[in-house]
């Protein structure tokens, strides 16, 4: 481990203090401090509107992934004749496509640098594959779309989580990625209520049941979002149009001044992507958070079962049902703000994983002990909280590791790609034969949590054990590295 952590720390100051590294501590060439400060808010308050789009696309994916869940309230089960296991399976399926497409997807991104096409285009295909889900009649033709719509949707998350990356700094990318998960949490939400209202007024609408309509519609829906978003999305601080010469060197130096690295543009050398790779394969410490994630999402698994958990409930109507999601989720949104924003502004992580997460496990204990109506729905709204963790350990992974994009495009893809091994395993965590009670299935969310806790503390201490080693390095060499891990 020794020698590991000599690698590390040579890396981090070979990286931060190269002699091509420019002097940042003038801002004349923006007219002045203050007359930078405005230029900076500016194009802070530009990109941020920009991006708030990404939360509409992700809300859609979501809801577009998970209306199944809300679909077998309605009789999908029934039409396409499931049997056994053939509905976990249909669950599960995604991943194995978001799983295979991940990294390739980024290592493209990175390398057309044009999100702004990229991205829609992909949300542009899944809204048409969730179109033909409608029209599937057996359990191989739901199957098949199922899995071609994890296998295109793999290009949007970790991409969004790119290319937030390339334009915040570490304390301003905490909050962002609480906006764009807002869109995640939220759809269980905004999808609860719009497949309530689907479901309960499209019956038979043109011959066709309502669970099919869902799929139409919301298909729909996505299509006309990520049109829009071509002409709303940015590419990268050095390939957008719309920016002025000056905003995009800003945008740059932010950056630079952020990190100590120079800003790398997004037209390399050949071997870059390839490079970029290995260096992300070859990072334990990637791996180590990947597996923590893996974790973390076989712990929030109950998500895509809230609709059936709901139902344990009691009440009988499912427009009811469904409605009863909306509030635990919209509680979740504002903890994961104000939990990211804390974090932004203390630079703590460990804390704002473990607290939700521990919560979360009250609210599972709960819900694993009692099958009274008042007591579970105040543990639905427990549960649902802890994904305020999930928010501040994606911010984390990219606080821990280069800006060089494609070290880092791969390194986000990967870590994951690897974590919804989680959703392919949670998807069988919630048996129907371990219903009502699913005391099984929380034990297992309990298990998996608190594993993550314990992967999340021992990271903390080894980036403790680096920056004390910078602080010697500081000590012996006489030079000023100024990086620090956050932890």
């Known amino acids: 481990m020794a020698s590991s952590d000599s690698t590390e720390v040579k890396e981090d100051v070979l990286v931060k203090e190269g002699t091509s590294i420019k002097d940042y501590s003038s801002s004349e060439e923006f007219g002045g401090i203050e007359a930078r400060r405005i230029l900076e808010k500016k194009l802070l308050w530009k990109i941020d509107l920009r991006m708030g789009i990404l939360v509409v696309i992700y809300i859609l994916n979501y809801v577009d992934r998970n ?97 937030i990356s390339k334009w915040y700094t570490r304390k301003e990318l905490g909050l962002r990625y609480a906006i764009l998960f807002s869109g995640n949490i939220m759809s269980s939400a905004f999808g609860g209520l719009m497949a309530a209202g689907i ?186 909280q802890s994904i305020a963790g999930s928010v501040v350990l994606y911010t984390w992974f990219s606080n821990s590791f280069s800006r060089r994009p494609a070290k880092r495009a791969v390194g986000l893809a990967l870590s994951n790609a690897w974590s919804q091994l989680g959703n392919v395993a949670g998807s069988y965590v919630w048996s129907i034969s371990w219903g009502p009670t699913y005391r099984n299935s929380y034990g297992i969310c309990i298990s998996m949590a608190g594993l993550l806790i314990i992967m999340c503390f021992i990271f903390r201490q080894h980036l403790i054990h680096l920056n004390r080693k910078l602080d010697r390095v500081e000590e012996t060499t006489g030079r000023r590295i100024g990086f620090r891990y956050v932890y």
């Open 199 to 384: 479901l309960n007024g499209m019956e038979g609408k043109l011959g066709q049941a309502a669970w099919r309509w869902l799929c139409f519609i919301e298909g729909s829906l996505t299509i006309f979002v990520a049109i829009c978003a071509v002409f709303i999305l940015p590419d990268f601080p050095a390939t957008t149009p719309w920016l002025s010469p000056l905003e995009r060197k800003l945008a740059q130096l932010r950056l630079d001044e952020d990190t100590g690295e120079e800003y790398e543009e997004h037209i390399q050398e050949s071997h870059t992507q390839w490079t970029g790779f290995i260096e992300a394969v070859t990072d334990w410490k990637v791996w180590w958070l990947a597996f923590a994630m893996l974790s973390q999402v076989v712990g929030l698994s109950f998500g895509a079962y809230f609709p059936t958990l709901a139902a344990t409930l009691g009440f009988k109507s499912t427009t009811v049902t469904l409605l009863l999601t909306a509030p635990p989720w919209v509680f979740a949104t504002l903890i994961a703000f104000l939990n990211a924003r804390h974090a932004d502004v203390t630079g703590e992580r460990f804390w704002h994983i473990a607290v939700p997460t521990l919560v979360g496990i009250l609210g599972d204990i709960i819900s694993l002990c009692t099958m009274n109506t008042a007591a579970r729905y105040i543990a639905l709204f427990l549960s649902a």
């Open 67 to 163: 209306n199944v869940a809300a679909a077998r309230l309605r009789g999908f089960e029934t039409d396409l004749h499931l049997q056994g296991q053939e509905f976990p399976t249909l669950l599960s399926i995604l991943y194995v496509g978001y799983i295979i497409m991940q990294v390739p997807s980024n290592m493209l991104l990175n390398w057309l640098a044009k999100p702004s096409l990229y991205l829609p285009a992909c949300v542009i295909v899944w809204g048409m594959i969730s179109i033909l889900t409608g029209i599937a009649k057996d359990f191989v033709g739901a199957l098949l779309t199922r899995f071609f719509l994890g296998f295109i949707e793999a290009a949007f998350f970790p991409g969004a989580l790119f290319l």
